[in-house]
């Protein structure tokens, strides 16, 4: 089946087109939004959705084969890879309360709350089946008036319809699990990477197109090791790429 893409827009000036296609491409296929296998448009349909030349489409496409993200088949078309590589982490640690009393401040401002078939990471985290349906919080946390970073959380069905519109816009979703829902957590593993922002990311985060960005991965863990929360968040500002593991004190 081939996929309804419906791009954001691109933006004119020093950035050029491919470079912008790349990343917009890259973290919707890494956030599941292109799944594995799915056909995407054809390089003049492409071309045509973004308001641009062939040419920039082709680079991004080459660009994109070569790290393994699409796959190119002569008289088929342009494929998500059913398998693209895997990163590689160094481990630091810590506690979870150290995480919860040092959290960033802020506003938090719920944008969305909707029912989506999970992404691959999502179902194989939570051990759901492909597809199978999840609620995806997305929401803005600001600064001093200013987008600090967009959170998107990914919780069970039943987990989400319990939590008050009131705290989404207030709580951490750490704080929410321990305070709110009683959950004792027992582990959270963070996959944290620098990333250039794309027309959408810079658009939610106040920031050109481009502009360094730190990409957080969070897994959620209760104390019996029952996955608890699975969430993806953008901050302003970049770092190297690690993984974090916090335990708690009990």
Do not use: W
């Not at 081939?2 to 691109?10: I, M, R, S, T, Y």
């Not at 993200?69 to 398998?83: K, P, W």
């Not at 004792?184 to 990477?193: D, P, T």
């Amino acid at each position: 089946m081939e996929v309804k893409f419906k791009p954001a827009p691109l933006l004119s000036g020093t950035i050029p087109y491919y470079y912008q296609i790349v990343g917009l491409l890259r973290r919707k296929i890494e956030e599941g939004e292109l799944p594995p296998g799915l056909k995407l448009p054809n390089e003049l349909e492409l071309a045509k959705l973004f308001g641009i030349s062939r040419v920039p489409v082709r680079r991004a496409f080459s660009l994109l084969e070569a790290d393994g993200l699409l796959v190119r088949q002569r008289g088929r078309g342009t494929f998500v890879a059913d398998d693209p590589p895997a990163p590689d982490y160094s481990v630091l640690s810590g506690i979870i309360e150290d995480y919860i009393s040092t959290g960033i401040k802020g506003t938090l401002h719920l944008l969305s709350m909707d029912e989506i078939p999970a992404p691959r990471a999502v179902a194989e985290f939570f051990g759901f089946d492909e597809g199978e349906t999840v609620s995806l919080i997305r929401r803005i946390r600001s600064v001093d008036g200013i987008p600090y970073s967009y959170i998107m959380n990914y919780l069970p069905l039943a987990t989400a319809a319990v939590i008050p519109i009131k705290e989404l816009n207030e709580l951490n979703m750490v704080i929410i699990f321990e305070k709110r829902l009683g959950i004792s957590l027992r582990k959270i593993l963070q996959a944290i990477e620098a990333k250039s922002a794309d027309s959408e990311i810079a658009s939610l985060l106040s920031v050109d197109i481009a502009s360094p960005v730190m990409y957080v991965e969070t897994f959620i863990r209760s104390n019996m090791g029952v996955p608890a929360g699975f969430s993806r968040t953008f901050y302003r500002g970049d770092c190297y790429k690690y993984l974090v593991e916090l335990s708690s004190r009990k």
